[in-house]
């Protein structure tokens, strides 16, 4: 329903870090859930992180501790802070908008992350 872009990914060294951006064009006031997704080569689409709108979230426990997912709703930007990269954390990185039971609907054209050796 609302259209979104990711930024922020690239080429990091294991154990740093990267913020990721998801741009919304229209408001996210309304939207409450929404999260991000990493999909690696031969590898199914994984959710990693999601937030409502009340601030809970909830992450995969791959993640746990290392990263951290935002969102500003004045800025209708949704984020992700990543520390402690790890090369098994490279994949594209995609945001997205759910409904309900979590469903997904709509994505953004994702952005790569990968995290060298």
């Known amino acids: 329903q609302v259209p979104l872009v990711e930024s922020g990914g690239g080429l990091v060294q294991a154990g740093g870090s990267l913020r990721l951006s998801c741009a919304a064009s229209g408001s996210i006031f309304s939207i409450n859930l929404m999260g991000w997704y990493r999909q690696a080569p031969g590898k199914q689409r994984e959710r990693v992180a999601t937030i409502n709108n009340s601030g809970t979230t909830n992450y995969a426990a791959s993640v746990k501790g290392r990263f951290t997912i935002s969102r500003d709703n004045a800025k209708n930007t949704l984020y992700l802070q990543m520390n402690s990269l790890k090369p098994e954390d490279t994949a594209v990185y995609y945001c997205?908008?759910?409904?309900?039971?979590?469903?997904?609907?709509?994505w953004g054209q994702g952005t790569q992350v990968t995290v060298s050796s």
């Open positions: 997205a908008t759910m409904g309900v039971f979590g469903s997904v609907r709509s």
